[in-house]
């Protein structure tokens, strides 16, 4: 029938809309390299296969109500994937920050999955970020999240405060995260600072600024590969929490 056919077509509309939201902030999949016309492909063939499993969308009352309907869906999509996209910024900040405090900030290169100018670590760190999200099987607990309807109905989403207040606890944890990961560089890197000075002063005849630079950026990289698998390990930590986050996430609901 008509109505029949509305609904399926508002249905598939609604799970394609919370799909392109998914699809545009995801790690890996949201990166700019991907073009935005294969990501609406993707997210209606998607839309598609998850409408014809028998979900089905309530029929708005009013277009004004089909229309909050469709922008909930949208920032359901895009604050799913925001949450472990947090988690793979904050290694871009660390490496960045890194980079800075060995010498290496002023080699920088743009990163096509930002469209940013970022340091070669940073874009190192956000390969490697984005490749343990996709080993650990991240983007088929996003591709469920897209699908919980039994915990979030179609257009039953609620942004609010309280959503808001959600994400700044996220985006501090992201920042501990990074800073966790710095930490043992820039300490390392202070103490060596530290070291260097006192040669200065001990042996006035030393070069300083001819040694530090290429210890600096040795003893960086040393430590960045001693620490690596712990840095892995943290990304893997924060990851295995993502269903949790998930759903706190659909708690806010009308």
């Not at 993707?42 to 089905?56: C, D, E, K």
């Not at 309807?149 to 959503?163: A, D, H, I, K, W």
Request: proline share 5%.
């Amino acid at each position: 029938s008509d109505q029949f056919d509305f609904l399926f077509l508002w249905t598939w509309f609604l799970i394609s809309t919370r799909a392109t939201g998914l699809l545009i902030a995801a790690p890996g999949i949201g990166s700019q390299e991907i073009p935005a016309t294969a990501k609406m492909l993707f997210s209606f063939i998607l839309g598609f296969a998850i409408a014809i499993s028998g979900v089905q969308a309530t029929e708005p009352a009013t277009a004004v109500d089909g229309v909050l309907m469709v922008v909930s869906e949208f920032l359901l999509g895009w604050a799913i994937a925001f949450i472990p996209q947090l988690i793979v910024s904050s290694l871009s900040v660390s490496g960045q920050v890194i980079s800075g405090s060995i010498g290496l900030g002023f080699a920088n290169l743009i990163d096509p999955s930002i469209g940013q100018s970022v340091s070669i670590l940073s874009r190192v760190q956000i390969m490697v970020a984005t490749l343990v999200f996709l080993l650990i099987d991240g983007h088929h607990v996003l591709i469920r999240a897209l699908a919980g309807f039994e915990g979030m109905p179609l257009g039953g989403f609620l942004p609010s405060f309280q959503l808001a207040d959600f994400l700044l606890v996220r985006f501090a944890a992201s920042f501990e995260l990074g800073v966790i990961c710095a930490a043992p560089i820039l300490v390392s890197i202070l103490v060596a600072q530290f070291v260097l000075g006192l040669l200065t002063k001990s042996v006035p005849q030393v070069n300083i600024f001819i040694i530090s630079l290429p210890l600096t950026i040795g003893m960086g990289l040393y430590i960045l590969a001693f620490t690596f698998p712990g840095i892995v390990q943290n990304l893997v930590d924060e990851y295995r929490l993502l269903p949790e986050l998930i759903g706190q996430l659909f708690l806010f609901r009308a």
